[in-house]
């Protein structure tokens, strides 16, 4: 383990909270006041003791020396995970001041430690999973796909019938239909188990109301969602990647069977989306030798947070193994070598111009995306009348921020960092314009969340 | 751009990318391909049939084919938009980068401002936005910069609480004003510092003063004037006095406020001139001026005056002081800044004779009252009650002065037992005398204070003590704490004493206090559970203090 000397940061830590109480709560406990015995040892676990208002104080232990990304166990009654002691334990480890001091583990951390221990070991041994889920009987399996395929079959076909019933009348009758038509033609993709499909027919409910130059995006958004029925009803005659693409974008799920990739991989951005119901977290990769960008999602329901973190400007050597599809950038994390450990590595930027016209040309394989991830080297953050862009130091373009980028508290510590000098910037560059996500300051310096 | 209606077929995205094609079209007359879709789109295929299409059963279809064609073409040829004017750089910001671990302090103290608001039980935690202002200052004392990207959540921070404000904005720089000119939420910052952050004219720029002195705006004066006043504080009166007659009453109050930095004998023409004024107001800060500069005309007037009044009567068994209240009111008296109608339930007489002392200069009375010192002066007798109105007008006077000599003959022995009571001098104007005596002596006093009157009027005087506590009433404050748990009251009757102990006790002082952390086994007599509420509130001050010297030791103020 190269555990030795890799404290987090407090921001790090905070990434970990599944919601703002938590972060609220763990931030009041980051401090020695309540802990006893706390003490971290060389095989990255931070233990403490936390008197709360019972009797007897919580057992806190997280494990950090874990290269699949730290665990907690906590003898407290939360249902959150990670719970506010264990959030606060890391922030008191992570603030350094000596409150958390080096030892052996003890008694009662030991046996959740070394069952960890044990387990990953076991999982190491058996080699690479996945394959091996699902169902045992094979011709089971494929009665069932071919089963939900006919379901989506006829779903896709009653989705045409209902585009074109709405282009017979026009887009301007369906402003008046509004919200509820498209909620219960969602409803009927649900039925047909192509949750892609109903996803994209909600959004289509939303656009009437989404302010001026709404029917060229309706229209915009209709077609596009007609070329993705066209594309199932048509998958046979599909090249394989293209039929890959279709499949997931309709919302059949794959298996991340793409040959492990091992790099050194820096973490780019990490940020959630989502309601009370579903978290879904996106977490972009910058392979340092291949060059790639890779995605991982991963999700938490109810309340929970997504499992995997990984905090933004850290490095860590893996391996990464991609889905299926033409122009897909998720991949799965396997085995993980290293735990992530700080880095003055940066991913390689672009200008304005080649970041439009990489969007342009990853539309080629799916033209289903919105946006594509770019780096983008020497940009100045420049107001624009109500809105921003990120011009180009030494060129006269620029990329307009998305309408939702203008809004967060992210923009402002990217102008900030900026001060009108050239930052570099990660985001997602797409036809809504460009999301901002991590931002690098001219020399050197840590990468910034604006996430 | 330009700005589209809701129906206009020729609506670009919002993103103000540019289409390609809509650069590339031959004849700028002619529809675009595309905009022949949304129109047909709108209206409906029913209605109308893009150019190229036939009507029919099929029609919808072929326009859902030809736009899937067209919405990949119009992304996929997306271009930047042309560059805006670029905001003009940041001033430099010369300081040095705070170092890492003070960084990351900071962003904790900043992440818990908002659960700072919300009651309940305080806990074994610390407070930690309460630690911010003191944060502030060493990182001020220290000449470090902001991390920028922490500007927006220190300006934040700065907008909700205004006492944050001077060191906050201090300590976030130039950068932080740049900032501000782009953010309506921030525009506090602006109005915080002088000139809008633009630079004040240095003292060689005579035309560029004259320039803002004539035209500025009101803010843009004050600051001006109290920038020259505290460089070169006769520079100050004379521009000042060059457009005197032509200001506007309420600015000229403000102007002459101005000038209580710096007063010297010098300003007293000026001064005098003023007591003259059309406005009230204007004339009773002349005054109060005046009075403050005991070789001043005025002073001697008043002198003369309140000497009048007060006499040392011989006669008595043993010498006391007797009191002549004036009986009038005159011109002169009023010109001078005496107030001549008293407020309600005050009798106008004492009312007057309160002004004329604290008007006259404190060296007068010695002379006056047998050569005594002022010490035993305030020893004196004084006939027919008319004690604490003269001794609350000498405190006055004392303050007003700064007169050291005074200001502690008034506050006696800490220890003696009118201290601690309402006796002729109120804990206000204590905390005030106090703030005369330089911080050693003020820290004895309050130190003495406490050992003998206890916690429970100490708070206003705790505040005026210079931050950290000395060593001697620290520990006073530690063992008044220490004897009040042991009385058996709850801790929170000194939660404001508590509070202030966390953040101004010397943080070396941390150790002493690790005897008080146990949980005591409870007498008989004391309140249910205060044991354990007192532990924890020991816990959190010694986890604060703690904290604390951690702060200090990342910033290099060890």
């Known amino acids: 383990m190269t555990q030795q000397g890799v404290r987090w940061t407090a921001d790090q830590v905070l990434s970990l909270a599944p919601d703002a109480a938590s972060r609220k709560a763990g931030s009041k406990l980051g401090a020695a006041g309540p802990w006893s015995e706390a003490g971290s040892s060389d095989g990255g676990a931070v233990w403490g003791l936390c008197k709360g208002s019972g009797s007897t104080p919580y057992r806190t232990v997280v494990d950090v020396g874990d290269a699949s990304g730290p665990a907690y166990t906590c003898s407290c009654p939360s249902r959150k995970f990670p719970c506010k002691h264990a959030l606060g334990l890391l922030l008191l480890w992570a603030g350094g001041d000596g409150a958390v001091s080096r030892g052996q583990e ?143 974008r309709v919302g059949l799920p794959g298996t991340a069977d793409g040959p492990p990739v091992r790099d050194r991989w820096l973490v780019l951005a990490q940020y959630d989306t989502g309601d009370a119901k579903l978290i879904t977290r996106r977490i972009w990769l910058h392979g340092a030798e291949s060059g790639r960008t890779a995605l991982l999602l991963s999700y938490g329901a109810a309340g929970r947070a997504p499992e995997l973190t990984l905090p933004v400007g850290l490095v860590l050597e893996a391996e990464v193994s991609a889905y299926p599809g033409a122009g897909q950038r998720r991949a799965a994390l396997g085995e993980r070598f290293a735990p992530p450990v700080p880095t003055a590595l940066r991913p390689p930027g672009v200008t304005t111009a080649q970041a439009a016209a990489r969007y342009g040309e990853a539309l080629r394989d799916d033209p289903w995306q919105d946006s594509v991830p770019v780096t983008l080297d020497r940009v100045v953050p420049t107001p624009d009348g109500d809105s921003w862009q990120l011009a180009d130091a030494d060129e006269d373009s620029a990329l307009p921020l998305t309408p939702a980028a203008r809004t967060r508290p992210g923009l402002w510590r990217l102008v900030a960092l900026s001060g009108g000098a050239p930052v570099k910037v990660f985001g997602e560059c797409g036809h809504r314009g460009f999301t901002p996500l991590t931002a690098w300051p001219e020399g050197t310096g840590e990468a910034v969340r604006l996430c | 751009m330009n700005k589209t209606s809701a129906h206009a077929p020729d609506a670009a995205d919002p993103a103000t990318m540019t289409p390609a094609h809509a650069r590339g079209t031959a004849d700028p007359a002619t529809t675009t391909p595309w905009e022949n879709l949304v129109t047909a789109a709108l209206l409906g295929t029913d209605r109308r049939t893009p150019p190229g299409h036939r009507p029919g059963r099929d029609a919808p279809v072929a326009l859902l084919d030809a736009a899937a064609v067209e919405a990949v073409r119009r992304r996929a040829g997306l271009r930047p938009a042309r560059a805006a004017r670029r905001p003009d750089p940041a001033p430099e910001d010369p300081r040095s980068a705070l170092p890492d671990a003070a960084a990351r302090r900071l962003s904790m103290l900043l992440a818990d401002r908002s659960s700072a608001i919300g009651g309940g039980r305080r806990g074994t935690a610390p407070d930690l936005m309460e630690l911010l202002p003191q944060w502030l200052a060493t990182a001020n004392s220290r000449g470090y910069a902001a ?50 952050g633009a630079a004040l004219p240095g003292p060689e720029e005579t035309a560029r003063i004259q320039r803002l002195w004539q035209e500025g705006l009101f803010a843009e004066r004050v600051a001006l004037l109290a920038a020259i006043r505290a460089r070169e504080p006769a520079a100050a009166r004379e521009l000042l006095a060059a457009t005197w007659p032509t200001e506007r009453a309420e600015d000229r109050l403000m102007f002459l406020d101005s000038l209580r930095t710096g007063l010297g004998p010098e300003d007293e023409p000026f001064l005098e001139q003023a007591l003259s004024d059309r406005s009230r107001n204007v004339r009773a800060t002349a005054a109060e001026l005046l009075s403050a500069l005991p070789g001043s005309a005025l002073a001697a007037r008043m002198a003369d005056r309140a000497v009048a009044c007060v006499a040392v009567d011989h006669t008595r068994s043993a010498a006391t002081i007797t009191v002549e209240a004036p009986h009038e009111c005159d011109a002169g008296m009023e010109r001078d800044g005496v107030v001549a109608k008293a407020p309600a339930g005050r009798g106008e007489r004492s009312w007057w004779l309160g002004q004329l002392v604290e008007s006259a200069p404190l060296g007068t009375w010695p002379g006056r009252l047998g050569g005594r010192t002022p010490r035993e002066i305030v020893a004196l007798p004084v006939a027919d009650d008319w004690q604490s109105e003269l001794h609350a007008a000498w405190c006055r006077a004392a303050v007003r002065q700064r007169d050291t000599e005074w200001s502690r003959a008034l506050l006696g022995v800490p220890t003696a037992p009118e201290a601690g009571g309402p006796g002729a001098v109120s804990l206000a104007e204590r905390a005030k005398l106090l703030g005369a005596l330089d911080s050693v002596e003020r820290a004895e006093w309050v130190a003495g204070f406490i050992g003998t009157h206890g916690l429970s009027e100490a708070f206003q005087l705790l505040g005026v003590c210079a931050v950290p506590w000395a060593a001697t009433l620290g520990r006073a404050v530690v063992d008044a704490l220490d004897i009040a748990r042991d ?44 044991g354990g509420y007192w532990a924890e509130a020991f816990q959190r001050l010694v986890t604060t203090l703690r904290l604390r010297a951690a702060m200090a030791a990342e910033l290099g103020a060890a």
């Open chain 1, 106 to 248: 003890p008694d009662w951390a030991e046996p959740w430690l070394a069952g960890r221990r044990g387990r990953a070991e076991e999982q190491r041994a058996a080699g690479p999973e996945g394959s091996t889920s699902g169902s045992a009987d094979p011709e089971a399996a494929r009665r069932r796909a071919e089963r939900r395929a006919e379901r989506i079959t006829v779903g896709a076909t009653e989705l045409e019938q209902r585009l074109a019933d709405l282009l017979r009348g026009g887009l301007a009758a369906a402003e008046q239909a509004g919200y509820g038509l498209w909620e219960e033609t969602a409803a009927r993709m649900v039925d047909a188990q192509a949750p892609g499909l109903a996803a994209r027919v909600r959004e289509l409910g939303a656009i009437p109301s989404s302010g001026p130059g709404w029917p060229v995006r309706l229209l915009e958004e209709c077609a596009l969602l007609h070329l993705l029925d066209q594309g199932w009803l048509r998958r046979e005659r599909l090249p394989d990647g293209l039929a890959a693409t279709v499949r997931s």
């Open chain 2, 147 to 196: 991390p920028p990207q922490m500007l927006p959540a220190l300006l934040d921070a700065a907008r909700g609480r205004t006492d944050l404000r001077p060191a906050a904005l201090k300590f976030a720089g130039p950068r932080a004003l740049w900032l501000a000119r782009l953010n309506p939420d921030w525009r506090f910052a602006l109005r915080a510092t002088p000139g809008g």
């Open chain 2, 487 to 530: 009385a058996g009251s709850y801790p929170w009757s000194f939660s404001g004493v508590m509070g202030l102990a966390e953040r101004c006790l010397d943080p070396s002082e941390a150790n002493r206090l690790d005897g008080l952390l146990a949980v005591p086994d409870e007498p008989e007599d004391a309140s249910p559970g205060a």
